[in-house]
């Protein structure tokens, strides 16, 4: 492959890139300025496909991830652009909530999801898998 062939490639590549990451910003800001002009105060879901599910794979690294924490932890779920679908899916423990947050709970063990990210996870579920290479949420 000739260098100058090589470099289209790398631009129509870098282009297609870019584009997809504005459209995704796009429509995060489309997402964001929508739930800002929406009251913040929802009714917690009763339904099950607006619910998140946990699995009892989830809860039981979740409790065992608490015990040594001098403070229980939740495991909040949030949605940024980029990623190979136009978002990725974030994982971290904390020990906050803030005001627009949803609270999913299942056995003592709580999974927190913002009201923007929601609209993305409702009715799935959150599973934690082991295998031989590797162990994720």
């Known amino acids: ?25 796009r429509i995060l800001q489309r997402y964001y300025s ?8 929802e009714p917690q879901s009763s339904s099950s496909s607006e619910s998140i599910h ?16 001098d403070k229980e932890k939740m495991l909040r779920l949030s949605i940024e652009a980029g990623g190979c679908s136009g978002f990725q899916y974030n994982f971290t423990l904390d020990d906050k909530t803030n005001s627009d947050d949803r609270i999913f709970e299942r ?3 709580k999974l927190v999801v913002d009201k923007i990210s929601y609209d993305f ?9 082991e295998e031989l290479i590797r162990s994720a949420f």
């Open 107 to 109: 056995d003592g063990v």
């Open 34 to 41: 929508s739930a800002s002009t929406q009251p913040l105060s």
């Open 1 to 25: 492959m000739s260098s100058s062939s090589s470099r289209s490639l790398i631009n129509r590549a870098v282009s297609f890139i870019t584009a997809r990451i504005r459209r995704n910003n």
């Open 54 to 69: 946990m699995t009892d794979s989830f809860v039981r690294i979740m409790k065992e991830l608490q015990v040594d924490e």
């Open 121 to 129: 996870v409702k009715g799935s579920t959150v599973d934690y898998v």
